[in-house]
């Protein structure tokens, strides 16, 4: 097997996280450059990982310059990713991951797309809890028949939709086996979280249609609701799938339920490690497994790539359209002169009393807060 060569910018939480996936594929991934604007903590990341004598940068461009790099990885801001797509481009990497959401306007996610598909680059956007082991049974138990024909997929996150609702869109899609959605109608309100470095408004509710009948219901926000106690609760969540004969659900915290036929129509439920718990379950491992056998084969196309992500975007912002505009909005969107859909909320939605009935761990937003 190939071994990639691998440069890494962005040390903090979820750089570190992305920077053990790959060393948990030693025989994959190479790791010739790190980059960081913070030099003493990148030094402790380089020495607390056994990469001390890697090259270390403070500049990207630089990094990628000298080290040239097969594999791509950046942990940034929204706002930032479509110029290291384009660096990424201009140093011919063949690889590149990234965190989501894929940007904050569908105009600047298709531009990223297009970017990847001209110079050849397999990207992927680490929508990575599906990794998790109460995900991977849920999609286990549709595939094998359980609930028979899906009939219709409820998401629920507390958190906003930049922040859990992209995942969970992404999640959807996945469980539903690829089929991509056909229109969406939506409702939005609340403005406070358009200031987050990951803006969305506070609450989203959307209705969407896919190619093969089934309908799915997004709920984003402070109003989804609250399944579990308050120390499980800082970002409840939930995708349920119902069918034909049963529905499963599960929650990136592990919790997990079925009512199939395997079950004979009785309720089980358990709770599996979620996805804090990074160090016993490395899901950022399988994710870097997956990309490096991508490279390996073309026709073995990672289940986090771009283009899937750019559709769960392209139903987030149709539902936002949906809401501004008092129609029903039919995919692909095909015309984007329009204004960017994030600043057009924060001219138009008036403010509301979200902030007193909100209860995710990150509220207020990161501006807020400072």
Same mark, same amino acid.
């Given at each position: 097997?190939?071994?990639?060569?691998?440069?890494?910018?962005?040390?903090?939480?979820?750089?570190?996280?992305?920077?053990?996936?790959?060393?948990?594929?030693?025989?994959?991934?190479?790791?010739?450059?790190?980059? %960081?604007?913070?030099?003493?903590?990148?030094?402790?990341?380089?020495? *607390?990982?056994?990469? /001390?004598?890697? !090259?270390?940068?403070?500049?990207?461009?630089?990094?990628?310059?000298?080290?040239?790099?097969?594999?791509?990885?950046?942990?940034?801001?929204?706002?930032?990713?479509?110029?290291?797509?384009?660096?990424?481009?201009?140093?011919?990497?063949?690889?590149?991951?990234?965190?989501?959401?894929?940007?904050?306007?569908?105009?600047?996610?298709?531009?990223?797309?297009?970017?990847?598909?001209?110079?050849?680059?397999?990207?992927?956007?680490?929508?990575?809890?599906? &990794?998790?082991?109460?995900?991977?049974?849920?999609?286990?138990?549709? *595939?094998?028949?359980?609930?028979?024909?899906?009939?219709?997929?409820?998401?629920?996150?507390? /958190?906003?939709?930049?922040?859990?609702?992209?995942? $969970?869109?992404?999640?959807?899609? #996945?469980?539903?086996?690829?089929?991509?959605?056909? #229109?969406?109608?939506?409702?939005?309100?609340?403005?406070?979280?358009?200031?987050?470095? =990951? !803006?969305?408004?506070?609450?989203?509710?959307?209705?969407?249609?896919?190619?093969?009948?089934?309908?799915?219901?997004?709920?984003?926000?402070?109003?989804?609701?609250?399944?579990?106690?308050?120390?499980?609760?800082?970002? %409840?969540?939930?995708?349920?799938?119902?069918?034909?004969?049963? $529905?499963?659900?599960?929650?990136?915290?592990?919790?997990?339920?079925?009512?199939?036929?395997?079950?004979?129509?009785?309720?089980?439920?358990?709770?599996?490690?979620? #996805?804090?718990?990074?160090?016993?379950?490395?899901?950022?491992? !399988?994710?870097?497994?997956?990309? /490096?056998? #991508?490279? *390996? %084969?073309?026709?073995?196309? =990672?289940?986090?790539?771009?283009?899937?992500? &750019?559709?769960?975007?392209?139903?987030?912002?149709?539902?936002?359209?949906? /809401?501004?505009?008092?129609?029903?909005?039919?995919?692909?969107?095909?015309?984007?002169? &329009?204004?960017?859909?994030?600043?057009?909320?924060?001219?138009?939605?008036?403010?509301?009393?979200?902030?007193?009935?909100?209860? &995710?761990?990150?509220?207020? !937003?990161?501006?807020?807060?400072?």
């Amino acid at each position: 097997m190939k071994q990639y060569r691998t440069a890494i910018m962005g040390l903090g939480i979820r750089g570190k996280i992305h920077l053990h996936g790959i060393l948990e594929n030693p025989t994959r991934f190479q790791v010739v450059g790190l980059c %960081d604007i913070d030099e003493e903590k990148m030094a402790q990341v380089a020495a *607390d990982n056994g990469l /001390a004598d890697v !090259p270390q940068y403070t500049d990207v461009e630089k990094m990628l310059a000298e080290t040239r790099p097969e594999v791509f990885v950046f942990v940034t801001y929204p706002n930032l990713r479509l110029s290291m797509i384009e660096l990424g481009a201009k140093y011919g990497v063949k690889a590149i991951s990234l965190e989501k959401p894929v940007a904050e306007d569908l105009i600047e996610a298709g531009r990223m797309v297009q970017i990847c598909r001209e110079n050849g680059i397999k990207a992927v956007v680490c929508h990575q809890q599906k &990794y998790l082991s109460q995900m991977q049974a849920l999609k286990k138990r549709i *595939d094998a028949g359980e609930i028979g024909r899906i009939t219709k997929i409820h998401v629920e996150t507390q /958190a906003w939709f930049s922040q859990l609702g992209t995942h $969970y869109v992404d999640y959807m899609l #996945w469980a539903n086996g690829g089929h991509k959605a056909k #229109w969406v109608c939506g409702h939005i309100h609340g403005p406070i979280c358009l200031d987050d470095d =990951h !803006p969305a408004p506070d609450y989203l509710l959307g209705t969407v249609e896919m190619e093969n009948g089934v309908h799915g219901y997004v709920e984003c926000g402070y109003l989804a609701e609250a399944h579990n106690p308050p120390e499980y609760g800082s970002s %409840d969540n939930r995708l349920t799938v119902y069918g034909t004969e049963g $529905y499963v659900w599960a929650e990136t915290d592990g919790f997990w339920g079925a009512c199939t036929k395997a079950t004979n129509g009785r309720l089980i439920e358990g709770k599996d490690p979620g #996805w804090r718990n990074h160090q016993q379950v490395p899901i950022q491992t !399988p994710y870097y497994t997956e990309l /490096a056998d #991508w490279l *390996d %084969d073309d026709e073995k196309v =990672h289940s986090c790539h771009i283009e899937a992500a &750019y559709h769960g975007y392209e139903i987030l912002e149709g539902m936002c359209l949906s /809401a501004l505009r008092n129609v029903r909005i039919d995919l692909p969107i095909t015309d984007l002169t &329009y204004e960017p859909v994030i600043d057009t909320m924060r001219r138009a939605l008036p403010p509301c009393d979200s902030r007193k009935m909100f209860i &995710y761990k990150g509220w207020p !937003p990161r501006k807020e807060r400072d």
